[in-house]
């Protein structure tokens, strides 16, 4: 795939991180089907590459890291109702099949359509300027796709008050951070250079064992915990036939995280 052909986006691939920039500030960053086919190519690339270890997702402008689909060029949907696809699997790593590790790295405002990204990312961090809302109700819209995604990542009393109250209300950085939609809350100098820093320590790992995490746990949520339980071995299994520690590690220094 060639990185550098991309129109709506900018994509570099450096020691092991894939680094994804929505870069359509313009249009505060919205998805139109340039944007779907992009990156439907990129998480195919993305689970094809060994080279890549790790996916970081950031956006430029000031404005907003996303606001969902482009309201002015809209998105194609099938007219054969028997042929409708959810117009945002596309944005969807893990719907395409992509199980490499995906940090978000998330500023001003998230709307909904860029939940799509932050529903399957395995570690969002925040600018504490970040405002999250879901404006589908307010403009006569049914909210589903999106909000199913998310009520399987925080409490559905917070999902349902986001899609209820529509544009009149924004969640703050520091809420999604206290009920744990993001993990760190950070100036917005910071935000990026953090992403990079925790991408750089997760490429450092084994990848097939990351993968084979990420798999697992992600999979275990389809299914009751007996189950889940019973077949996690055969990850292990797949992952790591020794059963032994594949890395050999000195005493390295580890640092905390703490909203600053």
């Given at each position: 795939?060639?990185?550098?052909?991309?129109?709506?986006?900018?994509?570099?691939?450096?020691?092991?991180?894939?680094?994804?920039?929505?870069?359509?500030?313009?249009?505060?960053?919205?998805?139109?089907?340039?944007?779907?086919?992009?990156?439907?190519?990129?998480?195919?690339?993305?689970?094809?590459?060994?080279?890549?270890?790790?996916?970081?997702?950031?956006?430029?402008?000031?404005?907003?890291?996303?606001?969902?689909?482009?309201?002015?060029?809209?998105?194609?949907?099938?007219?054969?109702?028997?042929?409708?696809?959810?117009?945002?699997?596309?944005?969807?790593?893990?719907?395409?099949g992509c199980w490499k590790p995906l940090v978000c790295a998330v500023h001003g405002m998230v709307a909904g359509g860029a939940l799509y990204w932050l529903n399957e990312a395995d570690?969002?961090?925040?600018?504490?300027?970040?405002?999250?809302?879901?404006?589908?109700?307010?403009?006569?819209?049914?909210?589903?796709?999106?909000?199913?995604?998310?009520a399987h990542r925080i409490p559905i009393g917070e999902v349902l008050r986001m899609v209820l109250v529509g544009l009149d209300e924004?969640?703050?950085?520091?809420?999604?951070?206290?009920?744990?939609?993001?993990?760190?809350?950070?100036?917005?100098?910071?935000?990026?250079?953090?992403?990079?820093?925790?991408?750089?320590?997760?490429?450092?790992?084994?990848?097939?064992?990351?993968?084979?995490?990420?798999?697992?746990?992600?999979?275990?949520?389809?299914?009751?915990?007996?189950?889940?339980?019973?077949?996690?071995?055969?990850?292990?299994?797949?992952?790591?036939?020794?059963?032994?520690?594949?890395?050999?590690?000195?005493?390295?220094?580890?640092?905390?995280?703490?909203?600053?």
């Amino acid at each position: 795939m060639d990185l550098n052909g991309l129109t709506t986006v900018i994509a570099e691939l450096k020691d092991n991180v894939l680094t994804i920039t929505l870069n359509r500030p313009d249009r505060m960053n919205a998805f139109n089907d340039a944007m779907r086919a992009e990156f439907k190519s990129l998480w195919r690339f993305a689970d094809d590459e060994d080279d890549v270890h790790v996916i970081v997702l950031r956006a430029n402008g000031d404005r907003a890291f996303c606001t969902g689909v482009d309201v002015q060029e809209g998105t194609y949907v099938a007219e054969n109702p028997f042929s409708k696809q959810d117009p945002g699997v596309d944005l969807s790593p893990k719907q395409n099949g992509c199980w490499k590790p995906l940090v978000c790295a998330v500023h001003g405002m998230v709307a909904g359509g860029a939940l799509y990204w932050l529903n399957e990312a395995d570690i969002i961090i925040s600018s504490d300027d970040a405002q999250f809302f879901d404006p589908h109700v307010s403009y006569g819209m049914v909210a589903a796709l999106e909000p199913i995604g998310l009520a399987h990542r925080i409490p559905i009393g917070e999902v349902l008050r986001m899609v209820l109250v529509g544009l009149d209300e924004r969640m703050s950085a520091k809420r999604a951070h206290e009920i744990g939609f993001v993990s760190e809350l950070l100036p917005r100098a910071d935000l990026w250079d953090r992403a990079q820093e925790l991408a750089e320590r997760i490429a450092a790992k084994p990848p097939a064992a990351v993968q084979g995490s990420i798999r697992a746990i992600w999979e275990s949520r389809d299914t009751g915990r007996t189950h889940a339980l019973a077949t996690a071995m055969t990850y292990t299994t797949i992952g790591n036939p020794i059963g032994r520690e594949q890395v050999v590690r000195s005493e390295v220094p580890t640092r905390k995280y703490e909203v600053r």
